[in-house]
């Protein structure tokens, strides 16, 4: 049972249908405790999850060969979750990003090993209809072990109508407009040969984007103008330290702004750790540089939740918090893990 203090969270994995593959933490944001309180099964390889604003819906990617998307309603006390309608196909393989529209009124998924997107509409309760567009990615990069075709990573809303595609094996960050349900191409952002985009962070001004590249460690600010199918890059910054051998296990993978939008922090699998980068009020790049511990081995994704920064360590089957200082934006480890098997995403209730 939830504590009056305790914040509420959904822990993706990579985990079979037997067990409890999606599960619920708590977290004390006063001294960044955690613990489970339950958890779902039915579902393969829950790796991704998106909650809608109201907290009253979840939706999770099956990433699996034959991929698939489940909605479940969240009950209002406990937050269990509850199968809403039936399991939908992705219609490609490997679904790795799913991801609502800023209206909630569809949902959008990325196949990794399938090479395409997905628009499905979002019902009034939640549930989904048929699916209603999809676009196939083609062509291939210069990294012929990961980019010998096209890897969609994620899918992410930006203004209005438009969303962003990163595709890893193409080194493209694609923007479609999804006007009357359809998506459509408008443009793309060309990375440098190698980067592999990844993850998208969006600043709440919407002046400025920035991307982590999984191949290169590199993050990309662009000076965003999406609408007219535009993103102009302003500054790559490595999300490595300075100085250090990166080698083949060094890939990064997730990147998120601070709420207040004066940090950007980022995570490194390889080097195991999360970087923390001040963002310019004027001009939107990065500057300085603070690196810290995940506290486990490939911290694939991580979250600010209750205030704090947990990363969730996939190869050491943990959750590691953080205190954010309010001043400068480093993080500070309160000492607190939760174990959980190959966490790999984590979403705030």
């Known amino acids: 049972m939830k504590q009056p203090n305790e914040v509420l969270f959904y822990i993706g994995t990579y985990n079979v249908k037997e067990e409890q593959a999606i599960a619920l933490g708590a977290l004390d944001p006063a001294t960044g405790e955690m613990r489970q309180l339950g ?27 034959e991929g698939e998307i489940h909605t479940f309603a969240v009950e209002a006390g406990s937050k269990v979750l509850h199968p809403l309608g039936s399991v939908h196909k992705t219609e490609g393989s490997a679904p790795c990003y799913v991801s609502l529209s800023k209206e909630e009124d569809q949902l959008y998924i990325a196949n990794y090993m399938g090479g395409n997107v997905n628009l499905f ?22 990294r012929q072990d990961r980019q010998e075709g096209p890897h969609p990573h994620s899918v992410i809303p930006g203004d209005g109508e438009v969303v962003l595609a990163c595709d890893l094996g193409l080194d493209q960050v694609i923007i479609y407009k999804t006007a009357d349900g359809k998506l459509t191409r408008l443009g793309e952002a060309v990375l440098p040969p190698g980067s592999g985009p990844r993850h998208l962070a969006v600043h709440a001004s919407g002046q400025w984007i920035y991307l982590i590249n999984e191949l290169s460690s590199m993050i990309t600010v662009f000076a965003a ?40 922090y980022a995570s490194n699998r390889g080097h195991d750790s999360i970087a923390m980068f001040t963002v310019d009020a004027v001009t939107g790049q990065l500057a300085g540089g603070d690196w810290v511990s995940s506290g486990g081995r490939t911290p694939r994704n991580f979250a600010i939740i209750g205030g704090m920064l947990l990363a969730a360590n996939q190869n050491s089957d943990n959750i590691v918090s953080f205190r954010i200082d309010a001043e400068s934006g480093r993080l500070i480890p309160t000492g607190n893990e939760l174990e959980v098997k ?3 995403c984590l979403v705030a209730l």
């Open 39 to 65: 958890g779902t099964g039915g579902i393969e390889n829950p790796s991704f999850l998106a909650l809608n604003r109201a907290g009253s819906v979840l939706y999770a990617v099956s990433e699996q060969e």
């Open 225 to 264: 103008n999406p609408g007219a199918g535009e993103l102009r890059i302003v500054q790559e910054v490595s999300a490595l330290p300075p100085h250090y051998a990166a080698g083949s296990d060094d890939t990064a993978a997730d990147i998120h702004l601070s709420p207040c939008g004066r940090f950007l």
């Open 121 to 142: 509409p979002v019902r009034e309760d939640g549930s989904l209809g048929e699916m209603a567009s999809q676009v196939r990615h083609e062509g291939s990069g210069p």
């Open 342 to 344: 190959a966490p790999v």
